[in-house]
């Protein structure tokens, strides 16, 4: 496992991989709320996910010795979210020596559901 | 007592985000927002010195949703459509930040508005972003706005 997923943020996030290749999970949990009435996750823990799961992706095709450094993220949020747990399919757009730009997928219930999408992109400091 | 946001209507103690961070909502003339917390261990990356870029965005979108619902005239729910940001420099756990939101304009029920995270000195730009917000969406209105 990452070393991204020792970390405080990922404990906050309850995030962690899953068994599929390139699909990350961020278990639900009442801290990740933002609309309490409807119970909607927040936006913010949505993007926070997107980029998370876009560095771990990288990280597995990148060395330890290279740092990465999130630079920017567009996140598209495509319907109302809930109270259940968040996944992330990442899909490598480009991979160079400096940058990576990686698509995220996110849903809750059914993949072909979709609740957000983004694309990261990352520096790659050599 | 000072008049409360009408965005802590809705982040009030009760709700999560608010009990986990310290934040106070200070609204300018000039259609802004500003929020001033302490940059959270919680939020620490692999380093352990700085906190992970997620928190950036975290923040940004709670205060520019913010900052949309306070300049409704009737505050009501809203959600995040796009929300774009660029990060560029680290923030350290414990440092003191000021995320600023600004309103920009309302167009067939989205809010436009820009955002920023800057040291507490505000000399140093850690993040700047864009959003669109769909006003009017699922949930409890929030009230009449004083």
């Known amino acids: ?126 | 007592m000072a008049e409360l946001h009408p965005a802590q209507l809705l982040f009030t103690e009760k709700h999560p985000l608010t009990a986990e961070f310290d934040m106070t909502f200070h609204s300018g003339d000039d259609h802004s927002l500003e929020v001033r917390l302490d940059a959270p261990a919680s939020f620490a990356d692999q380093d352990g010195i700085h906190v992970h870029t997620g928190f950036h965005t975290l923040i940004l979108d709670t205060v520019m949703g913010a900052c949309a619902i306070g300049e409704l005239k009737t505050p009501v729910p809203i959600a995040t459509v796009k929300l774009t940001s660029n990060h560029l420099r680290n923030i350290k756990v414990g440092e003191q930040v000021v995320c600023r939101a600004e309103w920009e304009d309302e167009a067939h029920s989205i809010a436009y508005v820009r955002g920023e995270i800057r040291s507490a000195e505000g000399n140093l730009l850690a993040s700047h972003a864009v959003a669109t917000f769909m006003i009017g969406t699922a949930g409890k209105p929030l009230g009449k706005k004083k």
């Open chain 1, 1 to 126: 496992m990452s070393a991204l997923f020792k970390t405080n943020i990922s404990g906050w996030l309850k995030a962690e991989p899953t068994e599929r290749p390139s699909v990350y999970k961020t278990t639900f949990a009442e801290r990740h709320l933002g609309n309490i009435w409807i119970r909607s996750l927040h936006g913010g823990v949505t993007g926070s996910m997107i980029e998370l799961s876009a560095e771990a992706e990288t990280r597995l095709h990148t060395s330890d010795s290279e740092e990465l450094k999130i630079v920017s993220s567009s996140i598209d949020y495509l319907r109302i979210s809930k109270d259940v747990d968040l996944f992330a399919r990442t899909d490598i757009e480009r991979l160079s020596k400096r940058l990576s730009v990686v698509n995220v997928t996110c849903w809750q219930d059914d993949e072909d559901i979709p609740i957000a999408r983004g694309i990261v992109t990352i520096r790659i400091m050599r």
